[in-house]
Each structure stands twice: as C-alpha cells, then as structure tokens.
C-alpha cells in the first residue's frame, strides 16, 4: 500500500533556530497537508500544496510541493517554545478523499 | 462558531461493550472522517462519508461501525468485536467534491476522544 516516511522522527532544538522536515512516498501525490498537532487535541491545518513545485508560506513557516511529486518539507525559522508539538505531513492519490499520513515529527524547543 | 466537535473528551468503558462516539459539524462539510490515533503514531482512517446516506471503508474499518443519517452528524461505535479498541479517535470533516479539487482535500479536525477499555 501507499506508505508516508517522515523524517526526522524527532527533533530537539533551541530557540530561534530554524527547522526543517520533509516527508517521501512511493506514489505520486496531487495534495500534501501540514499538521500541528498540541498534545490531546486535533490536527491544525498548518499549510495546504496542490501544484509541483509549489512554495507556500504561513508565517514563519515555508512549505514545498516536491518537483517529482512524490515529496515535501516543512521549514520552520526562528523556532520559539510555543512551536512545540507533533508535525504531520499528509497526502492525497487523486481525489479520493482519503489522506495518507506520515508518522509524524515530535518538536521540543529549548528556551 | 463554526467548528467541529466531538463529545465526551474522554470515556472509559468496560470490555465487551459497544460504545458510540459522537461527532459534530457545523461548517456545511459534505465528507466527514474517522482516524485513530495510537501513541507515536500517525493517523490511520477507520471509516469515511462523502455524502448523507453513503460511507465507505477505510483502511482499519474492523470492529467499528458508522452511520450518516444527518449532513452535520458522523457518529462512531466502537463494538466489541474491536480487539484493542483503545485509542485517541479523532473526526474530521471537508467540503467535499463539488467545491473543487483544492478544497475538498483540506480536511479540518475535532478535538479528539480518548477511549480507555478497561
């Protein structure tokens, strides 16, 4: 089946450092998502890419729909404590509804 | 608001019984969406509905059970056919096909419910 590798699977930083993860596949993707997730509570949507090649920003965060379309990543500047959480990457084959989710990248930032 | 919400936060129930999870819209979503969630992991899709009346199977769908009755409701039961049935379970909903290829892919999350089986 589909399967979403997402690295690194953890990350630990100081503030104001920037940070960078990215997500692979072995298909191509038409959609991928970025997620926040806070402990105990649902995903955020952090940034949507629909187009290869595609740069988007959301604030201090800067997300990539990869060339070949079966990648992404996620960069995040000038980090600060409230930047803490679980990231996940999302995609989606066509539109069938249905999103494959990376494992995720717990972020813990050091004041 | 406009928002999702899933009710209770957290629920306990005893080995072998069904329990029924609730989840509500108000965004005018068509598609709404069952995942779980276990520690460390990321989200898998148990059920999901494009439209009132219609749901189909996702990739863990044994042991649960749904209906969509209603545009605004998704309701999840956990059956006790479920072998290991605790877990964060956590609903989302989209707009659906008819808004158009971007946006019916932005799905939009609840808060989460945390069920324990004792």
């Known amino acids: 089946g589909q399967q979403l590798n997402q690295s690194p699977q953890s990350m630990f930083i100081q503030e104001g450092e920037d940070v960078s993860m990215n997500c692979t596949s072995s298909?191509?993707?038409?959609?991928w998502l970025w997620y926040k997730q806070d402990p105990g509570e649902g995903p955020v949507l952090l940034i949507a890419?629909?187009?290869?090649?595609e740069l988007t920003s959301n604030g201090r965060l800067t997300a990539q729909f990869g060339i070949t379309r079966k990648d992404s990543f996620l960069n995040i500047s000038a980090s600060i404590p409230s930047d803490v959480g679980i990231y996940f990457c999302?995609?989606?084959?066509?539109?069938?509804?249905?999103?494959?989710f990376g494992q995720g990248t717990t972020l813990q930032v050091k004041p | 608001d406009g928002g999702i919400t899933q009710s209770p936060k957290y629920l306990f129930r005893k080995e072998g019984q069904n329990v029924t999870l609730s989840c509500e819209q108000n965004?005018?979503?068509?598609?709404m969406y069952w995942y779980r969630q276990d520690p460390g992991q990321g989200l898998r899709l148990i059920y999901y509905?494009?439209?009132?009346?219609?749901?189909q199977k996702g990739d863990i769908a044994e042991g649960y059970s749904v209906s969509r009755e209603k545009k605004e409701s998704f309701p999840l039961t956990v059956t006790s056919a479920q072998k290991n049935p605790t877990a964060f379970y956590l609903c989302?909903?989209?707009?659906?096909?008819?808004?158009?290829?971007?946006?019916?892919?932005?799905?939009?999350f609840g808060p989460g419910t945390r069920l324990t089986v004792l």
């Open positions: 989302a909903s989209s707009m659906g096909r008819l808004a158009g290829a971007g946006l019916y892919n932005e799905q939009f």
């Open positions: 298909s191509i993707f038409n959609t």
């Open positions: 890419l629909y187009k290869a090649g």
């Open positions: 999302a995609g989606m084959v066509g539109n069938t509804g249905k999103l494959i």
């Open positions: 965004l005018n979503h068509d598609a």
């Open positions: 509905s494009q439209i009132v009346n219609d749901f």
